[in-house]
């Protein structure tokens, strides 16, 4: 935790040194031991082992966290002027308070040269720690502060960034299979317009993309019979999307304009292999067109047959287009939810950070902010389950996590084993 030094100096002279130095433990200053003199200093003395240097008059004890080849667990060496001291003749125990009140208790087991934590330390490694150990009937107790992963910033200046926390809790998870397919134009709204009688082509006015309206006229025939002009109208409102007729042909049987409504299309999917085990009409699915755009639809047909050459179905989605963003021919990718998942914990994906190479959050105790290392399972596009590592309840950071994380890097995130 950072400190001013202002800060530090009025806590001294308030305090005296004594209480000062369990104050300054937050900043890796040396611990204080209830049964000797405290010293203040900017880091904690080690011993041989590397691990932190606990004095109290002739006694000391070396306390660091070990996890190499075994889960991270506390390792005690006691000395005596110096001399190293059997663990056989040392009783222990440490009690650990964590961020938010958490307290955990630590039987001290010997073995070899030390005593070790009966159980493994559960991560972050961030806590105050009280540890007493006990040598031919005198006991020694010992307090300080070790934090990992933590940062403090006051709420108005988190509020001006823009962090922002939820609690943790249980969440439903959506199993997704990916589809492809294409935009199609639903035949019922598709309508070929020819000339009810042969005749001469005297007018056209309208063009391949042009809008027209239901009724609205498309061109002007002569009819060879009467000689009379007659109007060849729009049957359906929509866009001309085919013409094939020019002032002075002869209008036959054939077609001389298509037109299609594109106010509502359809996406046709193709379903292969496992995937049509598990994909049914009335499923909610996600639209995805190559230039970003996402649309929601439901299953609302899934054929019965399978296409001989490719063994695929075809499923169907209805996609209202009121603006004709989607067109015909378009190739398009689906997420269909295929399985409802009830998980008991569960955060948003979006407050993932990487941490030592692990998945983490950042948790929020009043303006203190730690790190949360994760083991997460299973997961959908916005969650992802949490099977250790986080209480359920929890405040943890859903937007700006980067910058708690920026933070924490800033301050320097010790891992003081």
């Known amino acids: 935790m950072r400190k001013l030094d202002l800060a530090v100096a009025l806590v001294i002279l308030a ?4 209480g000062a130095a369990w104050l300054l433990a937050g900043r890796g200053g040396a611990p204080a031991s209830v049964t000797g003199d405290e010293a203040l200093q900017e880091e904690a003395e080690r011993g041989p082992h590397g691990g932190r240097l606990l004095r109290a008059d002739d006694f000391e004890v070396e306390v660091l966290i070990f996890e190499a080849g075994v889960p991270p667990e506390f390792r005690v060496y006691a000395y005596r002027d110096g001399a190293p001291l059997p663990a056989a003749e040392l009783d222990g125990h440490i009690e650990l308070g964590r961020l938010g009140g958490v307290r955990e208790s630590l039987a001290l087991l010997p073995e070899g040269a030390y005593l070790r934590s009966a159980g493994p330390v559960a991560e972050p490694h961030s806590f105050d720690v009280e540890l007493t150990v006990a040598h031919r009937g005198e006991t020694h107790a010992f307090r300080y502060a070790s934090y990992e992963g933590r940062t403090e910033i006051p709420r108005r200046v988190a509020d001006a960034q823009g962090v922002e926390v939820e609690r943790a809790g ?10 492809t397919g294409t935009i199609q ?48 109208a729009a049957p359906i409102a929509g866009t ?17 304009f298509v ?45 019965p047959l399978v296409a001989h050459g490719s063994q695929s179905l075809r499923a169907r989605v209805v996609l209202a287009n009121p603006d004709g963003a989607l067109r015909p021919g378009q190739f398009v990718r689906a997420h269909v939810g295929v399985e409802r998942i009830d998980v008991p914990l569960a955060v948003r994906r979006s407050a993932l950070q990487t941490f030592r190479g692990r998945d983490v959050v950042f948790a929020r105790v009043g303006d203190v902010y730690e790190v949360r290392m994760l083991e997460v399972g299973r997961g959908d596009r916005e969650r992802v389950e949490v099977l ?30």
């Open 185 to 232: 134009v639903s035949p019922e709204r598709i309508a070929e317009v020819r000339a009810r009688f042969p005749g001469v082509v005297t007018e056209v006015r309208l063009s391949v993309g042009d809008t027209v309206a239901k009724g609205e006229r498309l061109a002007s025939i002569e009819t060879n019979e009467s000689l009379r002009s007659v109007a060849l």
């Open 170 to 179: 249980p969440a439903t998870l959506v199993r997704e299979v990916e589809l």
């Open 259 to 303: 037109i299609a409504d594109l106010s509502e299309v359809w996406a046709q999917l193709d379903v292969f292999g496992a995937d049509i085990g598990v994909v049914r009409a009335g499923q909610r699915v996600r639209i995805t067109t190559l230039d970003g755009r996402e649309l929601a639809g439901t299953i609302d047909w899934l054929s």
């Open 388 to 417: 250790d590592g986080l209480a359920p309840g929890e405040e943890y950071v859903v937007a700006q996590s980067f910058l708690v994380k920026a933070d924490i890097e800033k301050a320097g995130a010790s891992h003081d084993h």
């Open 15 to 18: 305090v005296g040194t004594t």
């Open 240 to 256: 001309v999307v085919e013409r094939h007729v020019q002032v002075g042909q002869v209008a036959g049987e054939e077609p001389l």
